[in-house]
């Protein structure tokens, strides 16, 4: 071999070298990156001091478009980011009835449900029930025939891994009456309820049931462990125009931050509800640091369901807003 040659071979080696330690420092660097993102990922979802889960409610639009199959709840909430899941009843009315409304269409329904929330990855955290009969209403026996409506959900959470079902309470407009009638049909269910292991909460949702005052009262006279609150961070109006439950104009509203505030002791579950935001990424008619800082203060660490019912937002967009801002609020309260 040649002095020349020998040279050659001996510089191509060192430049070979070289290469090789330089590519293992930008796969070190690169790793470092990675594992730098990883963590401030796992860092955000330690700094919050709650859960985020999904309220199905928040599709709704989409939903009765019939741009969305409502079958496909689990696979878009964990598309978004969300570990829990909360479902709405009547939003599978149409699929149940177009199966006939029985227990083998609710069982294919459930079996669907459950296989693809395990698929996804996601916490079916509570089932809101809507539409099977008052359980606040003076008539005893049209309230009993709205608990056995309600067991049916009951069975279904149970079934599904959920821990709890979301009743509303309308009934009467008189407050001692509805009082009554409350704690009477509140007190049946959760009676079916404890033997699955299941929660009912009542959320409020209009009338005397954002009377957060009273409803504590309710929750007292129930005196149940598995019988709690879902504070809902907007929905506080006693009384629209013409008497409507619905979309007509609010005339008397509760305080909200009061009502938070005076249920969460009894909660069980929190949602977040919004409409429009600012160009700030802010809720325009609700302080979520304000709302988050009374949740936190009351120690409740489970779940808050985003709830978004803005119009100005497509649904997505809106669930993305409120999701991101209770990341923002939440992790301030860490500082």
């Given amino acids: 071999m040649t002095q020349k040659l020998t040279k050659f071979l001996s510089s191509l080696f060192l430049a070979l070298l070289f290469l090789a330690g330089f590519s293992s420092c930008k796969n070190e660097d690169k790793k470092n990156v990675d594992t730098a ?16 889960s999904l309220a199905q409610w928040s599709l709704s639009r ?8 409502p079958l496909d709840f689990a696979e878009k909430a964990n598309e978004l980011g969300f570990e829990g899941i909360e479902y709405v009843s009547g939003l599978y009315n149409p699929w149940l009835e177009k199966a006939g409304n029985s227990p083998e269409a609710m069982q294919s329904l459930l079996d669907t449900l459950k296989n ?27 309230r009993n025939q ?8 009951v069975d279904a959470a149970s079934f599904l891994g959920a821990k709890a079902i979301r009743v509303n309470l309308f009934g009467s407009d008189k407050p001692e009456e509805w009082k009554a009638a409350s704690i009477d049909g509140l007190k049946k269910l959760s009676d079916y309820a404890a033997g699955k292991n299941i929660n009912v909460l009542v959320e409020n949702h209009g009338y005397l049931s ?28 006693l009384k629209r125009e013409g008497g409507e439950r619905w979309e007509a104009a609010c005339v008397d509203e509760y305080p909200k931050y009061q009502g938070v505030e005076e249920m969460m002791p009894h909660a069980m579950a929190v949602s977040a509800k919004s409409y ?18 009374i949740v936190k203060d009351a120690g409740y ?19 993305i807003a409120t999701r991101d801002l209770l990341i923002e609020e939440g992790q ?4």
């Fill in 62 to 69: 989409p939903i009765f478009e019939g741009e969305m199959d």
């Fill in 210 to 237: 954002s009377n957060a005052a009273l409803l504590v009262e309710v929750m007292e006279g129930v005196n149940m462990e598995n019988c709690g609150t879902l504070p809902d961070f907007g929905n506080f109006c």
């Fill in 146 to 153: 709205a608990v056995e409506n309600h067991k049916k959900w």
């Fill in 37 to 52: 993102e990883q963590q401030t990922d796992e860092n955000i979802e330690e700094e919050l001091f709650f859960k985020l």
């Fill in 116 to 142: 693809r929330s395990n698929r996804y990855n996601v916490e079916n955290v509570l089932i809101m029930v809507d539409g099977e009969g008052d359980l606040a209403i003076p008539n005893e026996e049209e």
């Fill in 276 to 293: 429009e935001f600012d160009e700030n990424g802010q809720e325009t008619s609700i302080d979520y640091g304000r709302m988050l800082q």
């Fill in 301 to 319: 660490t489970g779940y808050i369901g985003v709830e978004f019912e803005g119009q100005d937002l497509s649904a997505e967009e809106g669930i």
């Fill in 332 to 335: 301030k309260l860490n500082n």
